[in-house]
């Protein structure tokens, strides 16, 4: 059994408190709490350490939005804030990859849609993913329910997400045994470390 780690949408302006996004919608203010950047910093090292595969997944947007498929409003909001090359859309320095490191870049929420992620986990042989990202009932929770339909074991590191309210973090959480297991940063750890 080969094992990955998927860290996503950890980026500047959606996890910190005075993000454009993050302060508006709350995410950065509960990242902040929930010390969600500071656990995924670590949950990273250990998966380095024992070598699973990485892949880092985030929004960005090219000028014209030429490959967005979610046509919200409320994604549209988005889009002058997330793109690709702006400082304020780069993921955060405490999970920054490495350059051996993929980044998956999407211009929607789901990142095994339309993305090139599923294979290059296939191909890596992997068949466990532990997710983790901010928020959860958006990538975190589309991601879970994806990968296990696809076939993965899947686990979500609980606390290294994170969403707009207390409340919205922990009803997503609640929906994920269907689909996946939530576990903690210990059992992370085990599992991690365990190869199993």
Sequence with gaps: MSSALILMDYQETICRPDGAIGGASGSGPEASRR???????????????????????????????????NR??????????????????????????????????????????GSPLNGLLRGQGVDRLFLGGVNTNHVVESSARHAADLGYEVFVVEPMCSSFTPEAHEASIAALPVFADPIDEEKFKQLAASGS
């Design 35 to 69: 010390d969600v950047l500071a656990v995924a910093g670590r949950c990273l090292a250990v998966a380095r350490e024992h070598g699973l595969t990485v892949a880092h997944v985030r929004v960005g947007f090219d000028e014209h939005s030429t490959l967005r498929t």
């Design 72 to 113: 919200t409003e409320t994604f549209a909001g988005a889009i002058p804030v997330l793109q690709i090359d702006d400082p304020n859309s780069a993921i955060c320095h405490e999970v920054a990859p490495l350059p051996e490191e993929p980044v998956i870049i999407k211009q929607w929420v789901d990142p095994f849609v």
